[in-house]
């Protein structure tokens, strides 16, 4: 099992910007394919982004033009640049990944609102 921890959510303002950083323990990180989900307050977990291990990457519709995945494989990190920020996009948004795509971190809140 892989330890996946989230960081850098918080307050911004509609069209502000904010980047996710998502840490994950063991090894073969560079491997596995890495993702964003987010839940808003009474929906469904929603899928946001995925990086492959050959670096491809997947968007939702919802965050396409807007969003960007990246990773760092020396730091075992995945990033989830977020700009042109909507009220819209206020949620928790979680990190998954692990050897079957099956760990889950904890969360880390995100609230666009002016």
């Known amino acids: 099992q892989v330890q996946l921890v989230e960081s850098g959510g918080g307050l911004v303002q509609p069209g502000g910007s904010l980047r996710l950083s998502c840490l994950a323990s063991?090894?073969?990180?560079?491997?596995?394919?890495m993702g964003w989900y987010r839940q808003a307050p009474g929906k469904t977990r929603e899928f946001v982004a995925v990086?492959?291990?050959?670096?491809?990457?997947g968007y939702g519709d919802s965050v396409k033009g807007r969003f960007t995945i990246s990773r760092d494989n020396a730091k075992n990190t995945v990033y989830l640049q977020m700009n042109s920020l909507k009220p819209e996009d206020t949620a928790v948004y979680y990190c998954?990944?692990?050897?079957?795509?099956?760990?889950w971190g904890q969360g880390t809140q995100v609230t666009v609102s002016s």
């Open positions: 998954r990944g692990g050897p079957m795509y099956a760990d």
């Open positions: 063991g090894s073969h990180f560079s491997i596995n394919a």
């Open positions: 990086i492959r291990s050959g670096g491809s990457t």
